[in-house]
């Protein structure tokens, strides 16, 4: 299936297993075509990825159940949606969220193709945020990339986390990423973490598997000296 409103991206089918179901998730393998296509066009496509932190945050999702069942939970930067499809599946009432419609669109493909239905959406941009619902669970997976952007993620976590509501977050492990985490640790939040490893889902890099962190965070603290 190639994407119009992205010239010539073309999306393959994947199969990811998580337990013991396998999850068919289509989106652009060619990261090398999507990068190329950032330099010379103002909307980075990177959302039409499947990114191995998604596929980890997925991974605990399903590991941890709980976390997530007959709760509210909001995705942002939802991507092709795996996350938000385990969540669903797994008895969320489930958000998501992307700046770019066409990702909103193959996570809808996402829904179809593995039977997940009822997950609402909706597009958005972080900087004109105007949602004020509040979420007992807000997930997001390699969200922290963009120095520019944390303050705006940062800001909706403040604005539509429920007073007892967490972050379930996923990162490579970027260096901008984990400063920012250390500066919200030093304002009050609390993160605890664990190291998951997944198998390459795009097509650069040595094949080897990508280290992925996991994160729960609360911020009743840091809204406390905000």
């Not at 393959?12 to 999507?34: F, K, L, M, N, Y």
């Not at 039977?115 to 105007?130: E, K, Y």
Request: aromatic fraction near 8%.
């Amino acid at each position: 299936m190639t994407l119009t409103c992205f010239d010539d991206l073309v999306l393959d089918a994947v199969s990811i297993p998580i337990g013991e179901r396998e999850w068919r998730v289509e989106c652009v393998r060619d990261q090398g075509h999507v990068l190329a296509y950032a330099e010379s066009h103002a909307q980075a496509p990177y959302g039409l990825l499947l990114w191995e932190s998604a596929v980890a945050l997925a991974r605990s999702l399903h590991r941890r159940p709980t976390l997530v069942a007959n709760k509210h939970v909001l995705e942002l930067g939802a991507g092709v949606g795996l996350p938000g499809l385990v969540a669903r599946s797994l008895g969320a009432e489930v958000w998501q969220t992307d700046h770019l419609t066409a990702a909103l669109e193959i996570a809808r493909l996402n829904a179809r193709a593995n039977d997940v239905g009822g997950i609402r959406q909706f597009t958005a941009d972080w900087t004109r945020w105007t949602d004020d619902r509040l979420y007992d669970v807000i997930l997001g997976a390699d969200i922290l990339y963009e120095r520019a952007m944390q303050g705006a993620v940062v800001s909706i976590f403040g604005r539509n986390l429920a007073p007892d509501g967490f972050v379930l977050l996923a990162d490579p492990g970027r260096q901008q990423s984990i400063d920012l985490l250390a500066r919200l640790e030093h304002e009050g939040a609390r993160f605890d973490l664990e190291i998951a490893h997944v198998e390459p889902t795009c097509g650069l890099g040595s094949g080897a598997l990508v280290e992925v962190v996991l994160l729960k965070g609360e911020f009743s603290a840091f809204r406390m000296v905000a």
